[in-house]
Structure formats: structure tokens, C-alpha cells
């Protein structure tokens, strides 16, 4: 039922802002020593690291409500696979995040309820333009990554390894979603989702 499917995603979500995240991986980079950075340094890295962890509430939300709506079970397990990985790269930002010193982002509950009603919005289209959303969500992530990777500290090995990883994965979920069916979206669709992201990490690395 329904119901339950909504009882299930609440749980979900209160899992998702409140309680630490877990990984099944090893943090990337956890080898590595911790680096001396100056404090603008580590504030920038914590504030780089507070915006991928927003982005990972998000797209998790999006999966789960896309996951919710979807119609094959192919493109369910795909969301929901995409949905668990999204939950190890939470792990990792946070440890990032304590280790630089930082918070988490204080609006991630708005986050949250957005990108699941976006992501429900999105399932509720169909199939193959939700695996299309997917699939540009990723793309768009996978740019803003490496964005990342050149404004953090050159020497936070640390974070570095973290994001590249992240980058990784999120590339592959965008051929996954491109190998089940998913419909390439208009441009003004993919606009859109370029502006809200924008706004987004402009505020999480300050809020």
C-alpha cells in the first residue's frame, strides 16, 4: 500500500537527517594523513564538503521518491541502488565534514522534503523520464565534482579522495540509468535543474 510505502520513506528520511550515516566501503583516502591547513583553508574544505553533503540528501531523497513512483523493476532496483550508494557518499562527506571542523548544512530537513517531492513529481512521469532525471541529476553532479576537486585546498588529500570517489560513482549511475531506458530531458528542463542547483550550493556553503 501506499501508506506503507510512505510510512517506510518518512523512517527513511529521519534516518537520513538524524542519525550518522553508514558505509558498506571504506572512506576513500583513509590511509592518507590528515593535512595542516590554514584556517581559511580548512574552512573553505568544510564548507566545500557541507555542499556535497547536501547534495547527497538530496539526490538520495530524489531516488527514494522517485523509487516510490516507479512502474518497472528494473528502474526501482536502479533508484534504489543509486539510493544506497548516495547513503555511503553521506558517510563520507560527514566524516570530511567533523574531521575539517564544520557543520552540516542547518536547512538539510527543506532539502530533504523537496527532493523527495521533486523526486515523486519526477517518478510519477513515467519510467523513462524519471531514469532521465536521474541521469542528468548525475551529470550535472558528476561537473560540479570536479569542480570541487580544483577549488579544494591542494593539500587536503583527504577530501580530495573523497570527491574523486564520489565523481566516480555518480558517472555510473548515469550510464545505469542510461542503460535501463532513461529519456534525455529538454533543455529547459536541464536549465532549470542548473539554476536550483546553483541557488543550492551557494546557500549550503554558507547556511
Known sequence: MMLDKLIIEFDKGLRTLLAPALSARPL?????????????????????????HVGEVCAQALYQGQALTARDPAAKEALEEAAREETEHLAWCESRIHALGGRKS???????????????????????WSLGFLAE????????????????????AKSRAVVAQMQED??????TAMAHGAQALPAPARMAMQLASKVMTKTAYWV
Open 28 to 52: 576513500p583516502g583513509r590511509d592518507l594523513s590528515e593535512p595542516e591547513l590554514a584556517a581559511a583553508d580548512k574552512k573553505h574544505a568544510a564548507g566545500l564538503m557541507r555542499v556535497n
Open 170 to 175: 555518480e558517472a555510473r549511475h548515469a550510464e
Open 106 to 128: 542547518l536547512l538539510n530537513p527543506v532539502w530533504y522534503a523537496s527532493s523527495l517531492a521533486l523526486g515523486m513529481a519526477a517518478g510519477a512521469l513515467g519510467d523513462k
Open 137 to 156: 541529476t548525475e551529470r550535472q553532479v558528476e561537473a560540479h565534482l570536479g569542480g570541487h576537486l580544483e577549488a579544494l585546498p591542494a593539500d587536503d
